[in-house]
């Protein structure tokens, strides 16, 4: 089988920390190789040294064929053909747009990599920006492509394209074969033997230093003899407790020097616990924590929304579904600059304060440190804090390197912490999953389960939306509709068979409608949280009654 890449030992530095070391690797015609690791772990910079555009610090490389890659930041490739861009839904699309989206953006991208057709292919994060349908689209060109390594924090998209997963740790580089889902499964079985193992060494290691005290005691014990004992008797005594000291002496040695051999084993690490205090955020008490009706947005001279409306509850974890330039990021930047402004349209409840999670990542200092980053806003505890901070895998000295020499990946979540840690009581979180590692994925999907307070998030990342969408508000036909569940859920509800609606008894709704406003124009109105919500519903079904009129 033709090699088309290989390469000697390779080493690399990060500054004066050493990033990794490998040995020889090879990548021959027909691998489909998945690379993963931490943030930080040195995948893109590996990548950067297989396809020639970065020199490692010691190891030479060499490829046997022409290499196309893909990289996130930066232009590669050139300009796509009009045939790529059709593969990816760009139809006509000839030049970049300053009104693209990130996802448009990154489907140009990859219509100009994979339309070089070159033997092999390196892809870094190409899904990271693209919507379910151009995740889709890319996994079908990549089903063409022959041999690739592809860094991908995807599960689905690793388990349905890789048939090896190379992941880089600590260091070092381990290579598994199979898909994502048989590497998960190995490195499981890993972890269940080292905690096997952990325990053993631990009950061992107890029970040698049990039976090393209980010698000690006895050498205690042995007595010596009394002085009214005669000259022989005393000679006896002391020969016997000769012998006796000297067994156990014999004994201890024998457990010291089993002590001494034992293999330390330490189990691997467990996730670190984290509890906040939500009340230092000032919580707001309204059952409506944020409503917008009648919402028109444009953006390029596109119109995105017309006429549209959307309601969170408080503790409401919510999402935003919706294709790439649907116009999901206008609409996260038109509510965090409508919070506490009093825009016409917009009630924010007056305790509400919104945080806006952006891929700009403006919140970071990058002359300050991780830890310092995190506390300059922070109003909960340094303990909170760097529990936080070692959840997300920034443990022990970690905390105390400079923002300038962390990844991409590492940066995301030191953003997010710092949201998290602030006093802000909801959260806008516009791809908070872009470029994280599994743990780290796993480690953010865990802390947003248990945020006390409202979200709205933006992500692609179908498996994150699904375990936290308490609701989905999906863009269709420049409207929000509201579905309950995550975004698997909102699709079944699209895709059951509709029921004709019962029919509106209109004398009954405009009676009670005319009941809601009486009550609700009455001074001090007890329940008027409930009897607004009860209007807006009553609105609804007498529009929709009404034929939409």
Request: glycine fraction near 8%; charged fraction near 30%; charge should be neutral.
């Amino acid at each position: 089988m033709p090699i088309y890449l290989e390469t000697t030992a390779l080493t690399q530095y990060a500054g004066e920390r050493l990033l990794f070391q490998t040995e020889p690797l090879a990548v021959y015609e027909g691998d489909r190789i998945g690379l993963v690791g931490p943030n930080g772990s040195g995948k893109s910079t590996l990548l950067s040294i297989l396809s020639g555009r970065l020199r490692p610090d010691e190891g030479t490389v060499r490829a046997r064929c022409p290499i196309a890659f893909f990289v996130q930041l930066g232009a590669e490739g050139g300009s796509p053909d009009a045939e790529s861009l059709s593969r990816f839904g760009l139809r006509g699309v000839t030049a970049p747009a300053p009104c693209m989206s990130g996802g448009e953006q990154s489907r140009r991208k990859l219509a100009a990599s994979l339309g070089r057709k070159a033997p092999l292919l390196f892809a870094d994060e190409p899904t990271s920006n693209l919507d379910f349908e151009g995740v889709e689209l890319f996994c079908r060109q990549m089903e063409r492509q022959d041999t690739f390594v592809l860094v991908s924090h995807d599960r689905a998209v690793l388990d349905r394209l890789c048939t090896q997963i190379w992941e880089l740790r600590e260091g070092k580089l381990l290579r598994f074969e199979g898909g994502f889902t048989a590497f998960e499964r190995q490195k499981e079985e890993e972890l269940s033997r080292r905690r096997f193992e952990a325990e053993a060494y631990e009950k061992e290691k107890s029970r040698l230093e049990r039976s090393m005290q209980s010698l000690r005691e006895k050498q205690s014990a042995v007595r010596r003899a009394p002085s009214r004992m005669g000259n022989s008797e005393t000679r006896l005594h002391k020969r016997s407790e000769t012998d006796t000291q000297g067994k156990l002496a014999q004994g201890r040695k024998a457990i010291e020097s089993r002590l001494a051999r034992l293999e330390k084993k330490e189990a691997p690490r467990e996730p670190e616990a984290v509890h906040f205090d939500f009340s230092l955020t000032n919580p707001p008490e309204n059952k409506v924590i944020l409503r917008a009706e009648h919402l028109s947005l444009s953006a390029g001279g596109k119109l995105l929304l017309e006429d549209a409306s959307l309601e969170l509850k408080r503790g409401t974890h919510a999402l935003l579904l919706g294709p790439n330039g649907c116009g999901k990021t206008t609409l996260m930047d038109y509510l965090a600059a409508s919070v506490g402004t009093g825009r016409r349209g917009v009630f924010a409840a007056p305790k509400l304060r919104a945080g806006y999670f952006r891929q700009s990542l403006q919140n970071l200092d990058p002359d300050r440190t991780v830890l310092e980053n995190a506390m300059r806003e922070a109003v909960q505890s340094e303990a909170a804090v760097r529990s936080l901070l070692a959840r997300l895998l920034f443990r022990r000295e970690d905390v105390f390197r400079p923002v300038a020499v962390l990844s991409g990946g590492e940066r995301v979540k030191l953003s997010f912490a710092c949201l998290l840690v602030s006093p802000v009581n909801f959260l806008l979180l516009d791809e908070p999953t872009n470029y994280l590692d599994m743990d780290s994925l796993d480690a953010l999907r865990e802390t947003l389960a248990q945020y006390e307070g409202a979200f709205l998030l933006v992500t692609h990342d179908r498996r994150f939306a699904d375990a936290l969408a308490h609701e989905t508000f999906a863009f269709e036909d420049k409207k929000l509709v509201r579905y309950e569940g995550g975004p698997s859920a909102a699709e079944r509800a699209k895709a059951a068979p509709k029921t004709p609606a019962a029919p509106v008894d209109r004398q009954l709704l405009e009676l009670r409608l005319a009941e809601v406003i009486s009550r609700l124009s009455l001074p001090n109105c007890p329940d008027k949280e409930a009897l607004e919500q009860e209007f807006q519903e009553l609105v609804r079904r007498k529009r929709e009654g009404m034929g939409g009129k």
